[in-house]
C-alpha cells in the first residue's frame, strides 16, 4: 500500500509530505504548505479497557467485538493499543486473550494494531484504595505457572503484565516475566521503596497510571509513588485526561521523571465515548459519565475509570503541564512505541502508522482528519 500525505511537522510547524510504500514510510520532504493540519505518528496507547459500549472485561468477549472497539480507537488516531483485561478468574482471562488472539488471527488490520495484550492484575493488593475497581475475590498470589497457561492460550500474546511488588513472590514473577520478554509495570500497590526498587532490580520497567489506584492517605514520606518517581529504571504512564491528575501533580511527576521516563496512557473504558448518564458495569458497577468525560462513581467524589482517549490526553496535557505539541505527541507516540518493538515514530524506515489532525493551543482534543495504519488510510473525517 502505496500514498502521500501533506501538512505540517509537529517540531516547528512547517510543510512536510510524508511518502509511504509496502507499509512503510519511504520519503520525508519538506514543501510549501500553508493549511492548518499536522502531520504525526499514529497514537499508541498500553492501556485500553474499552471504548463506545465495547468492554473487554465483561466476560463476553468475541473477535467480533474486538474489531469494532478497534475501529472506533481508530477515528481517535490510535493506531496501535495494548487490549487491557483486569483482575478475573483464570478461565475469564484466558477466554478473552484468546478471543484477541482469534481477531488478530482473522484480520491482518487488527494483528497490526493490536501487538499484544496488557494484563493488569491479578496479582494486585487486595486491599481498599491500592485494588482499586479490580475484584477482590479474584485477587492472587503470583502464580508463573498460570502466566504460562495465557501465553499457550494466546500464543505468547501477553506483553505487558501491571503486579503489585509487596512479596518476595512477587519479585520472583518479575524476574521470571522479564525473562520470558513480558514487559513489568507496577501499580495497583502498597508495597514499600525497598520493595519497589528490588522489583525494578528484577527488571521491571514501567510505573502504571502513577499517582492513580493507591490509597486516598499516604504517609508524606516515604511512599511508593516518590520511590516510583525516583527511581531512573521505571518510565511512568500517566492519565492526562484532567480528571486522574491535578495540573500541578501531572506538571510536577513529569518534571521529576522526564520526558523521556514518562508516558501517556488512556486507560479508556466502556462508557468512553457515549452519551452522558448512569451506566452500569460488569466491572465496578454502576457509574456515571459526566459530559466533560469525567467517570465517577454517582453522588460520591471518586473515579470510575477513564473515559476520554488519547487524542484528548496529548491535547491536555500540553496545556495542563506546559508542554509544546511535539513534546505531548511524542508522550503518546514514541515513548509507549519504546515498549512495542519501536511503534509511534514518523522517520525512515518506520511503520507507515500516521495521523493527520488538527491543534490549536489550548484545545480540548486533537482533531484527527485521517488515520494511517501501515500504508492504509483506516480512518477519514
Not at 516547528?12 to 519511504?26: L, N, Q
Request: hydrophobic share 45%; proline share 7%; glycine share 12%.
Amino acid at each position: 500500500m502505496s500514498g502521500q500525505l501533506t501538512g505540517r511537522s509537529p517540531q516547528d510547524g512547517k510543510g512536510i509530505r510524508v511518502s509511504f510504500d509496502a507499509g512503510v514510510i519511504t520519503v520525508i520532504e519538506p514543501v510549501d504548505y500553508d493549511g492548518e493540519y499536522f502531520i504525526g505518528p499514529g497514537l499508541v496507547d498500553l492501556q485500553v479497557n474499552g471504548y463506545f459500549g465495547f468492554d473487554l472485561n465483561d466476560h463476553a468477549l468475541t473477535p467480533e467485538r474486538v474489531g469494532q472497539l478497534t475501529r472506533k480507537l481508530f477515528e481517535h488516531g490510535v493506531t496501535t493499543y495494548l487490549p487491557t483485561l483486569i483482575t478475573a478468574s483464570e478461565q475469564s482471562l484466558i477466554a478473552a486473550l484468546t478471543a484477541n488472539a482469534a481477531a488478530r488471527e482473522a484480520d491482518p488490520l487488527l494483528a497490526r494494531a493490536i501487538p499484544g495484550v496488557h494484563v493488569e492484575g491479578p496479582f494486585i493488593s487486595p486491599h481498599d484504595g491500592a485494588r482499586g475497581a479490580h475484584p477482590k475475590d479474584q485477587v492472587r498470589a503470583p502464580d508463573l505457572a498460570e502466566v504460562e497457561r495465557w501465553q499457550v492460550a494466546s500464543g505468547d500474546l501477553v506483553r505487558i503484565v501491571t503486579l503489585s511488588p509487596h512479596s518476595n513472590e512477587a519479585i520472583e514473577l518479575t524476574r521470571s516475566l522479564t525473562a520470558m520478554g513480558i514487559h513489568v509495570a507496577l501499580g495497583h500497590t502498597e508495597a514499600t521503596p525497598e520493595q519497589i526498587h528490588a522489583a525494578a532490580e528484577a527488571g521491571a520497567v514501567l510505573s502504571t497510571h502513577l499517582g492513580n489506584g493507591a490509597p486516598a492517605l499516604l504517609p508524606r514520606h516515604p511512599n511508593f509513588i516518590w520511590a516510583q518517581l525516583a527511581d531512573d529504571r521505571l518510565t511512568a504512564s500517566f492519565i492526562a485526561d484532567g480528571h486522574h491528575l491535578p495540573a500541578d501533580t501531572l506538571k510536577s511527576m513529569l518534571r521529576v521523571k522526564g520526558l523521556g521516563r514518562a508516558l501517556l496512557v488512556s486507560d479508556v473504558a466502556a462508557p468512553g465515548g457515549l452519551e452522558p448518564g448512569i451506566y452500569d458495569q460488569p466491572i465496578g458497577g454502576r457509574v456515571q459519565l459526566w459530559p466533560d468525560g469525567r467517570l465517577g462513581t454517582p453522588g460520591t467524589p471518586f473515579l470510575a475509570g477513564a473515559a476520554l482517549t488519547l487524542d484528548y490526553c496529548v491535547a491536555r496535557v500540553a496545556g495542563m503541564a506546559g508542554l509544546t505539541l511535539a513534546e505531548a505527541l511524542a508522550l503518546a507516540t514514541t515513548a509507549p512505541g519504546r515498549f512495542l518493538d519501536g511503534r509511534g515514530r514518523l522517520e525512515l524506515g518506520a511503520v507507515a502508522d500516521l495521523i493527520v489532525f488538527g491543534w490549536q493551543p489550548g484545545a480540548d482534543r486533537l482533531d484527527i482528519r485521517t488515520t494511517v495504519s501501515g500504508g492504509e488510510v483506516v480512518w477519514q473525517h
